[in-house]
């Protein structure tokens, strides 16, 4: 995961392409947490995970802090603030699926929460 989160964004303009399945398995073991979800009416695959996070006001934090990120990035994902916890789900919009992108911001959403958030539960 750390190798992840050292890595820059691409620019997702021009000519990016979705990652080909055995890339997506590859990058799915580099985080672990998170999981592939497939909505079959869209063909869209998106990197999801639920972050349980005892205290509202420390959800909503979190919220913001990845809502910072994604801004930072201009990559942006779907966040659900929830009693107890905060749902998060990164894929790039303009391909309907996954892009290297979405696995870096979900090894530093994963950062954010493991240095920030585990111990404030």
Known sequence: MDELTQLDCEECAGKIKLLCPS???SLLYQVPDWDLAIKVEEEEEKLTRVFKIRKYVQALKFTNV???????EGHHPQIILEYGQVSV????????GLHINDFILAARTSKIFAADYV???
Do not use: R
């Open 23 to 25: 890339e997506v398995i």
């Open 119 to 121: 111990l404030n539960q």
């Open 89 to 96: 789900a990164w894929w790039t919009h303009t391909l309907n």
């Open 66 to 72: 990845i809502a910072e990120l994604a801004e930072s």
